[in-house]
Protein backbone atom coordinates (compact mmCIF):
# COMPACT_ATOMS: atom_id res chain seq x y z
CA UNK A 1 0.00 0.00 0.00
CA UNK A 2 1.15 3.52 -0.63
CA UNK A 3 0.55 6.85 0.99
CA UNK A 4 0.43 10.40 0.20
CA UNK A 5 4.15 11.49 1.39
CA UNK A 6 5.29 8.43 -0.76
CA UNK A 7 3.71 9.74 -4.14
CA UNK A 8 6.08 11.46 -6.54
CA UNK A 9 5.44 15.11 -7.93
CA UNK A 10 3.71 15.28 -11.19
CA UNK A 11 2.61 17.71 -13.31
CA UNK A 12 -1.19 17.41 -14.11
CA UNK A 13 -1.25 16.01 -17.40
CA UNK A 14 -3.38 17.26 -20.58
CA UNK A 15 -6.38 16.80 -21.90
CA UNK A 16 -8.63 18.31 -24.74
CA UNK A 17 -12.69 18.92 -25.12
CA UNK A 18 -14.18 19.37 -28.17
CA UNK A 19 -16.78 21.55 -26.83
CA UNK A 20 -15.28 23.14 -23.46
CA UNK A 21 -11.53 23.25 -22.77
CA UNK A 22 -10.38 24.26 -19.19
CA UNK A 23 -7.23 26.85 -19.81
CA UNK A 24 -5.55 27.21 -16.32
CA UNK A 25 -2.78 29.69 -16.13
CA UNK A 26 -0.83 26.94 -13.66
CA UNK A 27 -2.21 23.59 -14.72
CA UNK A 28 -2.75 23.67 -18.23
CA UNK A 29 -5.41 21.62 -18.26
CA UNK A 30 -7.29 21.02 -14.65
CA UNK A 31 -11.01 20.60 -14.18
CA UNK A 32 -12.20 22.61 -11.26
CA UNK A 33 -16.18 21.48 -11.19
CA UNK A 34 -19.22 21.49 -8.80
CA UNK A 35 -22.60 20.45 -8.68
CA UNK A 36 -25.25 23.14 -8.58
CA UNK A 37 -28.63 21.87 -7.15
CA UNK A 38 -32.07 23.17 -8.01
CA UNK A 39 -33.04 22.15 -4.60
CA UNK A 40 -30.69 24.62 -3.38
CA UNK A 41 -31.42 27.58 -5.66
CA UNK A 42 -32.38 29.65 -3.18
CA UNK A 43 -29.56 29.74 -0.63
CA UNK A 44 -27.81 30.15 -3.96
CA UNK A 45 -28.66 32.16 -6.65
CA UNK A 46 -26.72 31.60 -9.75
CA UNK A 47 -25.67 35.11 -9.39
CA UNK A 48 -23.44 34.18 -6.38
CA UNK A 49 -21.39 31.52 -7.90
CA UNK A 50 -17.74 32.17 -8.33
CA UNK A 51 -17.77 31.25 -12.20
CA UNK A 52 -14.30 33.02 -12.28
CA UNK A 53 -12.88 29.87 -10.47
CA UNK A 54 -14.49 26.95 -12.26
CA UNK A 55 -14.06 25.43 -15.45
CA UNK A 56 -17.37 23.83 -15.87
CA UNK A 57 -20.71 23.43 -13.50
CA UNK A 58 -23.08 20.48 -13.63
CA UNK A 59 -26.67 20.42 -12.89
CA UNK A 60 -28.13 17.76 -10.50
CA UNK A 61 -30.13 16.24 -11.71
CA UNK A 62 -32.23 14.74 -14.53
CA UNK A 63 -33.48 10.99 -13.86
CA UNK A 64 -33.66 8.22 -15.77
CA UNK A 65 -37.24 6.71 -16.30
CA UNK A 66 -38.65 2.90 -17.58
CA UNK A 67 -39.28 4.55 -20.70
CA UNK A 68 -35.38 4.98 -22.21
CA UNK A 69 -36.25 7.75 -24.49
CA UNK A 70 -37.75 9.75 -22.00
CA UNK A 71 -35.34 11.56 -19.25
CA UNK A 72 -37.30 13.24 -16.32
CA UNK A 73 -36.31 16.84 -15.77
CA UNK A 74 -38.68 18.15 -13.12
CA UNK A 75 -40.83 21.76 -14.24
CA UNK A 76 -39.49 23.60 -11.61
CA UNK A 77 -35.56 22.50 -12.77
CA UNK A 78 -35.71 23.71 -16.36
CA UNK A 79 -35.78 27.45 -16.34
CA UNK A 80 -33.19 27.04 -13.79
CA UNK A 81 -31.32 24.60 -16.00
CA UNK A 82 -31.49 27.47 -18.63
CA UNK A 83 -30.02 30.10 -16.79
CA UNK A 84 -27.44 28.39 -15.43
CA UNK A 85 -26.37 27.66 -19.34
CA UNK A 86 -26.74 31.17 -20.34
CA UNK A 87 -24.69 32.42 -17.13
CA UNK A 88 -21.97 29.81 -17.32
CA UNK A 89 -21.47 30.41 -21.29
CA UNK A 90 -21.68 34.17 -20.32
CA UNK A 91 -18.53 33.35 -18.02
CA UNK A 92 -16.90 31.24 -20.61
CA UNK A 93 -17.57 28.44 -18.28
CA UNK A 94 -19.49 24.70 -19.75
CA UNK A 95 -22.55 23.71 -18.34
CA UNK A 96 -23.51 19.85 -17.84
CA UNK A 97 -26.24 18.36 -16.90
CA UNK A 98 -26.28 14.97 -14.62
CA UNK A 99 -28.39 12.45 -15.13
CA UNK A 100 -28.88 9.85 -12.02
CA UNK A 101 -28.04 10.30 -8.60
CA UNK A 102 -28.83 8.15 -5.67
CA UNK A 103 -33.03 8.40 -6.48
CA UNK A 104 -32.60 8.67 -10.35
CA UNK A 105 -30.63 5.43 -11.05
CA UNK A 106 -33.62 3.12 -11.27
CA UNK A 107 -33.60 2.93 -14.81
CA UNK A 108 -30.25 3.14 -16.36
CA UNK A 109 -29.81 -0.62 -16.47
CA UNK A 110 -32.94 -0.78 -18.87
CA UNK A 111 -31.81 2.47 -20.74
CA UNK A 112 -28.11 0.30 -21.67
CA UNK A 113 -29.99 -3.38 -21.39
CA UNK A 114 -30.38 -4.00 -25.38
CA UNK A 115 -29.54 -2.61 -28.41
CA UNK A 116 -32.52 -0.65 -29.34
CA UNK A 117 -32.71 1.08 -26.11
CA UNK A 118 -29.18 2.13 -26.20
CA UNK A 119 -29.79 3.89 -29.17
CA UNK A 120 -33.28 5.61 -27.86
CA UNK A 121 -31.12 6.43 -24.83
CA UNK A 122 -28.35 7.99 -26.63
CA UNK A 123 -30.95 9.67 -28.44
CA UNK A 124 -32.35 11.35 -25.36
CA UNK A 125 -29.22 12.68 -24.09
CA UNK A 126 -28.58 14.00 -27.24
CA UNK A 127 -31.53 15.87 -27.80
CA UNK A 128 -31.46 17.34 -24.10
CA UNK A 129 -27.78 18.83 -25.00
CA UNK A 130 -29.35 20.59 -27.86
CA UNK A 131 -32.77 21.49 -25.97
CA UNK A 132 -30.46 23.04 -23.42
CA UNK A 133 -27.61 23.96 -25.73
CA UNK A 134 -25.39 22.31 -23.29
CA UNK A 135 -22.06 21.02 -23.17
CA UNK A 136 -21.78 17.88 -22.28
CA UNK A 137 -23.60 14.93 -19.82
CA UNK A 138 -22.37 13.64 -16.74
CA UNK A 139 -23.71 10.23 -15.82
CA UNK A 140 -24.13 9.15 -12.35
CA UNK A 141 -25.29 5.83 -12.07
CA UNK A 142 -25.25 4.44 -8.58
CA UNK A 143 -24.59 1.45 -9.26
CA UNK A 144 -24.06 -0.69 -12.20
CA UNK A 145 -24.79 -4.17 -11.09
CA UNK A 146 -24.44 -2.89 -7.78
CA UNK A 147 -27.99 -2.12 -5.65
CA UNK A 148 -28.01 1.56 -4.59
CA UNK A 149 -31.54 3.04 -3.80
CA UNK A 150 -32.73 -0.30 -2.97
CA UNK A 151 -34.94 -0.77 -5.94
CA UNK A 152 -32.91 0.19 -8.94
CA UNK A 153 -32.84 -2.16 -11.91
CA UNK A 154 -29.37 -4.09 -11.99
CA UNK A 155 -27.91 -6.98 -14.29
CA UNK A 156 -24.78 -8.78 -14.30
CA UNK A 157 -24.01 -7.37 -17.49
CA UNK A 158 -24.75 -3.87 -16.48
CA UNK A 159 -20.76 -2.86 -17.06
CA UNK A 160 -20.54 -4.14 -20.25
CA UNK A 161 -23.44 -2.58 -21.58
CA UNK A 162 -22.88 0.70 -20.23
CA UNK A 163 -19.36 0.71 -22.22
CA UNK A 164 -21.42 -0.77 -25.23
CA UNK A 165 -24.15 2.09 -24.66
CA UNK A 166 -20.97 4.89 -24.55
CA UNK A 167 -19.23 3.73 -27.33
CA UNK A 168 -22.63 4.38 -29.40
CA UNK A 169 -23.15 7.60 -27.69
CA UNK A 170 -19.42 8.96 -29.01
CA UNK A 171 -20.01 6.92 -32.63
CA UNK A 172 -22.62 10.30 -33.36
CA UNK A 173 -21.38 13.47 -34.38
CA UNK A 174 -23.29 15.04 -31.28
CA UNK A 175 -21.72 12.46 -28.85
CA UNK A 176 -18.08 13.42 -30.10
CA UNK A 177 -18.45 16.83 -30.02
CA UNK A 178 -19.32 17.33 -26.27
CA UNK A 179 -17.73 16.52 -22.95
CA UNK A 180 -18.90 13.00 -21.66
CA UNK A 181 -17.94 11.89 -17.78
CA UNK A 182 -19.12 9.46 -15.12
CA UNK A 183 -19.66 10.28 -11.49
CA UNK A 184 -18.89 7.01 -9.70
CA UNK A 185 -17.93 4.53 -6.56
CA UNK A 186 -14.12 4.75 -5.22
CA UNK A 187 -13.97 1.21 -6.30
CA UNK A 188 -14.18 0.45 -10.40
CA UNK A 189 -17.40 -0.88 -12.05
CA UNK A 190 -18.91 -4.26 -10.84
CA UNK A 191 -17.94 -7.18 -13.45
CA UNK A 192 -20.96 -9.90 -13.96
CA UNK A 193 -20.03 -11.63 -11.01
CA UNK A 194 -20.42 -8.47 -8.69
CA UNK A 195 -15.93 -8.00 -7.86
CA UNK A 196 -14.87 -4.78 -9.17
CA UNK A 197 -13.63 -4.74 -12.96
CA UNK A 198 -9.95 -5.51 -13.62
CA UNK A 199 -9.74 -3.95 -16.68
CA UNK A 200 -11.24 -0.51 -17.14
CA UNK A 201 -9.42 0.99 -19.80
CA UNK A 202 -11.62 0.60 -22.93
CA UNK A 203 -14.31 3.08 -20.14
CA UNK A 204 -11.10 5.63 -20.60
CA UNK A 205 -11.53 5.74 -24.48
CA UNK A 206 -15.43 6.72 -24.67
CA UNK A 207 -15.01 8.83 -21.26
CA UNK A 208 -13.29 12.52 -21.20
CA UNK A 209 -12.73 11.68 -17.26
CA UNK A 210 -14.36 9.58 -14.47
CA UNK A 211 -15.60 11.33 -10.84
CA UNK A 212 -14.50 9.41 -8.50
CA UNK A 213 -17.46 10.30 -5.15
CA UNK A 214 -14.96 10.04 -2.29
CA UNK A 215 -17.26 10.92 0.24
CA UNK A 216 -20.46 8.96 2.41
CA UNK A 217 -17.49 6.58 3.30
CA UNK A 218 -18.63 6.92 6.67
CA UNK A 219 -22.17 7.57 7.88
CA UNK A 220 -24.74 6.80 10.37
CA UNK A 221 -25.13 3.23 8.70
CA UNK A 222 -21.44 2.33 10.16
CA UNK A 223 -20.16 0.87 12.85
CA UNK A 224 -18.44 4.14 14.51
CA UNK A 225 -18.00 8.02 13.82
CA UNK A 226 -15.30 8.52 10.92
CA UNK A 227 -14.50 10.45 8.16
CA UNK A 228 -16.69 11.35 5.85
CA UNK A 229 -13.76 11.82 2.92
CA UNK A 230 -10.67 10.60 4.17
CA UNK A 231 -7.85 11.68 1.62
CA UNK A 232 -5.42 7.97 2.84
CA UNK A 233 -6.88 5.29 5.37
CA UNK A 234 -3.61 2.86 4.72
CA UNK A 235 -2.30 4.53 8.06
CA UNK A 236 -6.01 3.73 9.83
CA UNK A 237 -6.71 0.40 12.63
CA UNK A 238 -7.49 -1.99 9.54
CA UNK A 239 -11.49 -2.19 10.48
CA UNK A 240 -11.96 1.30 9.78
CA UNK A 241 -10.09 1.01 6.32
CA UNK A 242 -13.19 1.74 4.20
CA UNK A 243 -12.03 3.90 1.24
CA UNK A 244 -10.14 6.63 0.66
CA UNK A 245 -8.68 8.88 -2.04
CA UNK A 246 -5.34 7.16 -1.83
CA UNK A 247 -7.23 3.73 -2.16
CA UNK A 248 -9.09 4.51 -5.17
CA UNK A 249 -6.66 6.07 -7.21
CA UNK A 250 -5.05 2.84 -6.62
CA UNK A 251 -7.61 0.51 -7.53
CA UNK A 252 -9.06 2.69 -10.30
CA UNK A 253 -5.47 2.68 -12.31
CA UNK A 254 -4.77 -1.20 -11.39
CA UNK A 255 -7.72 -1.48 -13.07
CA UNK A 256 -6.15 0.36 -16.12
CA UNK A 257 -7.95 3.79 -16.18
CA UNK A 258 -5.16 6.62 -16.44
CA UNK A 259 -5.03 9.15 -13.61
CA UNK A 260 -4.77 12.33 -15.93
CA UNK A 261 -8.64 10.97 -16.51
CA UNK A 262 -9.57 10.62 -13.21
CA UNK A 263 -11.30 13.96 -11.00
CA UNK A 264 -11.19 13.63 -7.53
CA UNK A 265 -14.47 14.13 -6.24
CA UNK A 266 -14.54 16.16 -2.34
CA UNK A 267 -17.38 17.24 -0.36
CA UNK A 268 -18.54 20.25 1.43
CA UNK A 269 -20.33 18.37 3.83
CA UNK A 270 -20.24 16.38 7.20
CA UNK A 271 -22.42 13.87 8.80
CA UNK A 272 -23.10 14.19 12.51
CA UNK A 273 -23.39 11.84 14.84
CA UNK A 274 -24.98 11.84 18.64
CA UNK A 275 -21.99 11.15 20.60
CA UNK A 276 -22.27 10.93 24.64
CA UNK A 277 -19.59 12.63 26.54
CA UNK A 278 -18.23 9.72 27.83
CA UNK A 279 -17.00 8.42 24.55
CA UNK A 280 -16.36 11.89 23.04
CA UNK A 281 -13.01 13.06 24.50
CA UNK A 282 -10.06 11.49 24.27
CA UNK A 283 -9.49 11.52 27.92
CA UNK A 284 -12.29 9.74 29.57
CA UNK A 285 -11.74 12.47 32.33
CA UNK A 286 -12.83 15.70 30.60
CA UNK A 287 -16.32 17.79 31.53
CA UNK A 288 -17.81 19.73 29.40
CA UNK A 289 -17.55 22.30 31.32
CA UNK A 290 -13.88 22.13 31.00
CA UNK A 291 -14.24 21.46 26.94
CA UNK A 292 -12.42 24.22 24.68
CA UNK A 293 -10.96 24.14 21.26
CA UNK A 294 -8.28 22.56 22.10
CA UNK A 295 -9.41 19.91 23.50
CA UNK A 296 -8.86 16.34 21.67
CA UNK A 297 -11.62 13.80 20.63
CA UNK A 298 -11.79 10.64 20.45
CA UNK A 299 -11.10 8.90 17.37
CA UNK A 300 -13.81 6.50 15.89
CA UNK A 301 -15.91 6.72 18.95
CA UNK A 302 -19.18 5.12 19.45
CA UNK A 303 -22.24 6.59 18.45
CA UNK A 304 -26.20 6.17 19.00
CA UNK A 305 -27.79 6.08 15.56
CA UNK A 306 -31.32 6.01 17.44
CA UNK A 307 -30.36 10.09 18.68
CA UNK A 308 -29.50 11.29 15.16
CA UNK A 309 -28.94 14.84 15.51
CA UNK A 310 -30.27 17.17 13.23
CA UNK A 311 -28.36 18.75 11.18
CA UNK A 312 -27.86 22.41 9.89
CA UNK A 313 -30.81 24.68 8.69
CA UNK A 314 -31.29 23.04 5.20
CA UNK A 315 -32.06 20.03 7.27
CA UNK A 316 -35.45 18.89 8.43
CA UNK A 317 -37.42 16.19 10.61
CA UNK A 318 -39.15 14.45 7.93
CA UNK A 319 -42.35 12.66 8.88
CA UNK A 320 -42.58 8.67 8.59
CA UNK A 321 -43.80 8.30 4.96
CA UNK A 322 -42.32 5.90 2.23
CA UNK A 323 -38.93 6.22 0.48
CA UNK A 324 -39.23 5.98 -3.22
CA UNK A 325 -39.06 2.35 -3.78
CA UNK A 326 -42.10 2.50 -1.50
CA UNK A 327 -40.73 1.20 1.41
CA UNK A 328 -41.93 2.96 5.04
CA UNK A 329 -38.90 5.22 6.67
CA UNK A 330 -38.93 6.38 9.82
CA UNK A 331 -38.40 9.77 9.42
CA UNK A 332 -36.52 11.97 10.94
CA UNK A 333 -33.61 14.00 10.20
CA UNK A 334 -30.41 13.82 7.96
CA UNK A 335 -28.01 14.88 10.25
CA UNK A 336 -26.19 16.77 6.97
CA UNK A 337 -23.77 20.15 7.73
CA UNK A 338 -22.43 21.75 5.09
CA UNK A 339 -19.47 23.38 5.79
CA UNK A 340 -21.37 26.91 5.60
CA UNK A 341 -23.86 25.25 8.17
CA UNK A 342 -21.45 24.57 10.48
CA UNK A 343 -20.02 28.18 10.65
CA UNK A 344 -23.83 29.10 10.88
CA UNK A 345 -24.99 27.09 13.67
CA UNK A 346 -22.02 28.01 15.44
CA UNK A 347 -19.92 25.08 15.73
CA UNK A 348 -16.75 26.58 13.60
CA UNK A 349 -15.81 30.24 13.64
CA UNK A 350 -16.39 32.96 10.55
CA UNK A 351 -12.63 31.19 9.78
CA UNK A 352 -13.60 28.03 9.46
CA UNK A 353 -11.72 27.03 12.78
CA UNK A 354 -13.62 25.08 15.89
CA UNK A 355 -15.67 27.87 18.03
CA UNK A 356 -14.81 28.43 21.61
CA UNK A 357 -16.30 25.52 23.77
CA UNK A 358 -16.10 23.16 20.94
CA UNK A 359 -14.24 19.90 21.04
CA UNK A 360 -11.81 19.37 18.04
CA UNK A 361 -9.70 16.38 16.33
CA UNK A 362 -7.70 16.85 13.10
CA UNK A 363 -7.28 12.96 12.11
CA UNK A 364 -4.30 13.42 10.46
CA UNK A 365 -4.24 9.50 8.29
CA UNK A 366 -7.75 10.88 6.82
CA UNK A 367 -6.58 14.49 7.20
CA UNK A 368 -10.50 15.62 8.05
CA UNK A 369 -11.62 17.32 11.46
CA UNK A 370 -14.09 16.51 13.63
CA UNK A 371 -15.74 18.71 15.90
CA UNK A 372 -17.58 18.30 18.80
CA UNK A 373 -20.56 20.14 20.85
CA UNK A 374 -20.77 19.42 24.71
CA UNK A 375 -24.01 21.09 24.65
CA UNK A 376 -26.24 19.03 21.95
CA UNK A 377 -23.73 15.72 22.03
CA UNK A 378 -23.08 16.27 18.29
CA UNK A 379 -20.11 15.17 16.61
CA UNK A 380 -19.48 15.99 12.83
CA UNK A 381 -17.17 14.72 10.95
CA UNK A 382 -16.66 17.16 7.43
CA UNK A 383 -13.36 18.59 5.58
CA UNK A 384 -12.12 22.07 6.32
CA UNK A 385 -10.08 23.93 4.38
CA UNK A 386 -6.49 22.48 5.47
CA UNK A 387 -8.54 19.36 4.24
CA UNK A 388 -8.99 20.55 0.96
CA UNK A 389 -5.76 21.99 0.53
CA UNK A 390 -4.23 18.32 1.08
CA UNK A 391 -6.55 16.83 -1.45
CA UNK A 392 -5.94 19.65 -3.66
CA UNK A 393 -2.40 18.92 -3.29
CA UNK A 394 -2.49 15.45 -4.04
CA UNK A 395 -4.75 15.89 -7.02
CA UNK A 396 -1.40 17.52 -8.35
CA UNK A 397 1.03 15.27 -7.08
CA UNK A 398 -0.73 12.16 -8.77
CA UNK A 399 -1.03 13.57 -11.52
CA UNK A 400 -5.32 13.49 -11.59
CA UNK A 401 -7.18 16.09 -14.11
CA UNK A 402 -9.01 17.72 -10.99
CA UNK A 403 -12.09 17.88 -8.60
CA UNK A 404 -15.69 17.93 -8.77
CA UNK A 405 -17.25 19.55 -5.28
CA UNK A 406 -20.69 18.39 -4.30
CA UNK A 407 -22.20 21.01 -4.20
CA UNK A 408 -21.55 24.54 -4.64
CA UNK A 409 -23.89 26.04 -2.37
CA UNK A 410 -22.46 23.86 0.76
CA UNK A 411 -18.78 26.20 0.85
CA UNK A 412 -18.34 29.48 2.63
CA UNK A 413 -16.93 32.36 1.37
CA UNK A 414 -14.86 29.55 -1.18
CA UNK A 415 -13.27 28.90 1.63
CA UNK A 416 -13.04 25.26 0.55
CA UNK A 417 -12.72 26.14 -3.16
CA UNK A 418 -9.75 28.21 -2.91
CA UNK A 419 -8.24 25.66 -0.71
CA UNK A 420 -8.04 22.85 -3.04
CA UNK A 421 -7.73 25.77 -6.10
CA UNK A 422 -4.23 26.88 -4.21
CA UNK A 423 -3.12 23.55 -3.59
CA UNK A 424 -3.49 22.10 -7.02
CA UNK A 425 -1.26 25.77 -8.03
CA UNK A 426 -4.29 26.91 -10.04
CA UNK A 427 -4.99 30.27 -8.33
CA UNK A 428 -8.36 31.31 -7.65
CA UNK A 429 -9.73 32.70 -11.48
CA UNK A 430 -6.98 31.25 -13.88
CA UNK A 431 -9.29 28.57 -15.25
CA UNK A 432 -11.41 29.67 -18.14
CA UNK A 433 -13.14 27.50 -20.71
CA UNK A 434 -12.98 28.19 -24.41
CA UNK A 435 -16.33 27.00 -26.34
CA UNK A 436 -14.59 27.16 -29.29
CA UNK A 437 -12.94 23.69 -29.93
CA UNK A 438 -9.89 21.89 -29.17
CA UNK A 439 -6.67 23.66 -28.13
Known sequence: MWSVPALSFLALAHSAYVRAVPVCSSASAAVATTWYTGWHAQYMPLEGVSWDKYSSI??????????????????????????????????????????????GSRYFSTAVGSAENRTQFARALLDMVDKYNLDGIDIDWEYPNKQGLGCNI?????????????????????????TVSTATSIVPFASPNGTPTTDVSPFAEVLDYVTLMNYDVFGTWSAAVGPNAPLDDTCAPPQYQQGSAVSAI?????????????????????????????????????????????????????????????????????PASTDACGNPTAGGPSGIFNFRGLIEKGLLA????????????????????????????????YDDAQSFAAKGQFIQQSGLLGFAMWEAAGDYEDMLLDAISDGMSIGGDSCSMSLNGVI
Open 58 to 103: SYAFAMTTPDPSVILLQDSDKDILRNLVEMAHQNNVAALLTVGGWT
Open 154 to 178: ISNQDTPNFLSFLRELRSTDEGRNM
Open 250 to 318: SAWTTAGFPANKIVLGVGSYGHSYFVSQDNAFADATQSAAQASETTLLAAYPPFDASLQPLGDSWDAVE
Open 350 to 381: EDGTPAAGMGFRFDNCSQTPYVYSPQTSTMVS
